[in-house]
């Protein structure tokens, strides 16, 4: 049934589709009827997963830039999703690259985006986390905050952005993760490297530390970085404290594509690839992640998964959780139910 929906939606607009799909699929959550059915077609329960002192409720989350202004929680949670990152979120509201700027590869299961953070701002998300947590006071569904600096912020000052994200949405998220790997805003990547990455770090767990109850702050990564990097990373979760990795966002890379020298490739442009493209370039640095830091940084595993076998494999690489983003699109609403009941670990 899910086929014949997304071969219809897939003729239009992705970002369109995307927001009409969602606000529909909110509606129908909205009513108990309708929310009820829901769940009994979509929530699969789960073997728990504890992990930086938090419960999952199983180990299937959705990935960042999905729910950017956190306005479809409750029917994420009707999905039965483990967790859910919300953003990436930056302190002033930003309206994000011109449009087109998601593109669908269907032949390769693959997507193309180049939003660039848009969002509603830091204080617009923390209100809508608010009044969630409000209404859903007892979902077991844990929120992350993925958080990003604006464009128009200098790499020397970037830290300042990451910080008052930090503060703004203490209360309101169960972790935090560090976006320094999105291709979409100039100069993020730079970041990645190792004194930048150092100052973000060092800056967020001061004022972690001032908090009764810390809470655990990943770092996403690009597949893309070389092994001289990946060592970077793997040394400064001994200096300072890293509580995870994600591993990973999207690629620049344009490789493993089945018209990678088309005219339609081209005509795309710059933008961040996602899917089962980048399935093997993810899990073997999540591979080389988990050897080089001998098991004792948890890793959620993010990148090309649509099934249960997927997951299998992010997760004997060395992953303890998994993400999806783009299978989510592909395989539709049952996605989570279908890989919690398959998987074998």
Not at 36 to 60: A, D, E, H, W
Request: charged share 20%; hydrophobic share 40%; net charge positive.
């Amino acid at each position: 049934m899910y086929v014949i929906l997304r071969n219809f939606l897939f003729r239009f607009d992705a970002e369109k589709v995307h927001y009409f799909s969602m606000n529909m699929l909110k509606k129908l959550c909205a009513l108990a009827p309708t929310k009820y059915i829901i769940k009994k077609l979509f929530y699969s329960p789960s073997v728990k997963v504890n992990l930086f002192g938090l419960t999952f409720r199983n180990s299937v989350g959705l990935a960042a830039g999905f729910d950017k202004n956190a306005a479809y929680l409750n029917a994420l949670d009707c999905l039965g999703f483990g967790f859910v990152e919300i953003g990436t979120v930056t302190p002033l509201p930003q309206a994000g690259n011109e449009k087109p700027r998601l593109f669908r590869l269907p032949a390769d299961k693959a997507i193309i985006n180049r939003m660039g953070f848009n969002n509603d701002g830091m204080i617009a998300i923390a209100e809508n986390l608010k009044k969630w947590r409000s209404i859903n006071p007892k979902s077991t569904m844990l929120i992350g905050g993925n958080i990003g600096k604006n464009k128009i912020t200098p790499n020397e000052v970037a830290w300042q952005d990451y910080t008052k994200c930090f503060e703004t949405l203490f209360n309101v998220v169960d972790y935090f993760v560090v976006n320094v790997s999105s291709p979409n805003t100039p100069g993020l990547r730079e970041l990645q490297e190792k004194d930048a990455l150092k100052k973000i770090f060092q800056e967020l767990q001061n004022l972690n530390q001032k908090h009764n109850n810390p809470k655990p702050i990943l770092l996403k990564i690009a597949p893309d970085l070389n092994p001289e990097q990946l060592n970077d990373i793997c040394s400064l979760t001994n200096e300072v404290k890293i509580d995870g990795l994600v591993a990973t966002n999207t690629t620049i890379s344009r490789e493993n594509l089945q018209n990678s020298s088309s005219e339609n490739i081209k005509s795309i442009g710059l933008g961040g690839l996602s899917g089962a493209p980048v399935k093997d370039k993810s899990t073997s640095v999540i591979k080389y992640l988990y050897q080089n830091t001998s098991g004792i940084i948890p890793i959620v595993g993010s990148g090309g998964i649509f099934t249960a076998a997927d997951a299998d494999e992010k997760l004997n690489a060395g992953a303890s959780l998994v993400q999806v983003w783009t299978g989510f699109i592909y395989e539709g609403p049952g996605i989570v139910k279908a890989i919690l009941r398959n998987k074998s670990l």
